[in-house]
């Protein structure tokens, strides 16, 4: 019974949390099919006719790569945990603090939202696009060329209050030419949890709204 050596080569992960894991799984699973076929090849040789010593080393050095590489891979699943524990301990601070994301906004009804405004170089114009839950353009608001806080009322195009809910907002950019881009405005939200997730390390906003760590551009003490 003749059976092919396998060889096991290594992964570049891109997800760390994610592919990490899997990739462990994956190699140990073959590991242990090798592990059984190569056994059940020295069970079954023809006493008369044994297997060639050449091709006996060269299974076994193969076994031992794919040995090595299911430690190495279980190894770094554990560093991944362990580096994802220690960057959330860090992050256990920004509780109660506020953030600067650029993630829909709270409004609950009548409470204005402060946004931060970066019209891009070479605008003449700008506008702010508020679009609900479902992605429908609820107002557009032409302001000021001009970085800065802006007080967002929450108004519809005819100028009434929204309805209470989250918000996406927006800015466009134009000059004499046409249309420079639009750009996710940026606000501060209370955080309220810190969790570690698949992908890293997530914040949960008091808004109810879930980010990547790695989105917030600044953190302050909470206003209010």
């Given at each position: 019974?003749?059976?092919?050596?396998?060889?096991?080569?290594?992964?570049?992960?891109?997800?760390?949390?994610?592919?990490?894991?899997?990739?462990?799984?994956?190699?140990?699973?073959?590991?242990?099919?090798?592990?059984k076929?190569?056994?059940?090849?020295i069970?079954?040789?023809?006493?008369?006719?044994?297997?060639?010593?050449?091709?006996?080393?060269?299974?076994?050095?193969?076994?031992?790569?794919?040995?090595?590489?299911?430690?190495?891979?279980?190894?770094?699943?554990?560093?991944?945990?362990?580096?994802?524990?220690?960057?959330?301990?860090?992050?256990?601070?920004?509780?109660?603090?506020?953030?600067?994301?650029?993630?829909?906004?709270?409004?609950?009804?009548?409470?204005?939202?402060?946004?931060?405004?970066?019209?891009?170089?070479?605008?003449?114009?700008?506008?702010?696009?508020?679009?609900?839950?479902?992605?429908?353009?609820?107002?557009?608001t032409?302001?000021?060329?001009k970085?800065?806080?802006?007080?967002?009322?929450?108004?519809?195009?005819?100028?009434?209050?929204?309805?209470?809910?989250?918000?996406?907002?927006?800015?466009?950019?134009?000059?004499?030419?046409?249309?420079?881009?639009?750009?996710?405005?940026?606000?501060?939200?209370?955080?309220?949890?810190?969790?570690?997730?698949?992908?890293?390390?997530?914040?949960?906003?008091?808004?109810?709204?879930?980010?990547?760590?790695?989105?917030?551009?600044?953190?302050?003490?909470?206003?209010n």
């Amino acid at each position: 019974m003749a059976v092919t050596a396998t060889t096991s080569t290594p992964t570049t992960t891109t997800t760390p949390a994610t592919t990490a894991s899997t990739t462990a799984a994956d190699n140990k699973k073959n590991y242990e099919t090798f592990l059984k076929m190569m056994t059940t090849q020295i069970k079954n040789q023809d006493p008369l006719n044994p297997m060639d010593s050449d091709q006996l080393a060269v299974q076994l050095a193969t076994f031992s790569q794919v040995e090595q590489q299911t430690k190495t891979n279980d190894l770094l699943t554990q560093m991944v945990s362990q580096n994802n524990l220690g960057a959330m301990g860090q992050m256990v601070g920004w509780v109660g603090k506020e953030a600067k994301v650029s993630a829909p906004v709270a409004f609950d009804g009548g409470t204005p939202v402060d946004v931060e405004l970066a019209p891009r170089t070479g605008a003449t114009k700008a506008v702010l696009v508020a679009k609900d839950g479902a992605g429908n353009i609820v107002s557009q608001t032409e302001v000021a060329v001009k970085a800065g806080t802006y007080e967002w009322q929450g108004l519809d195009t005819n100028g009434n209050p929204l309805p209470k809910g989250q918000y996406a907002l927006s800015l466009v950019s134009s000059s004499a030419t046409g249309e420079l881009g639009t750009d996710t405005l940026s606000h501060y939200e209370r955080v309220s949890e810190v969790r570690s997730g698949t992908g890293g390390i997530n914040l949960f906003l008091a808004n109810g709204t879930e980010v990547a760590a790695s989105a917030v551009t600044a953190i302050r003490e909470a206003v209010n």
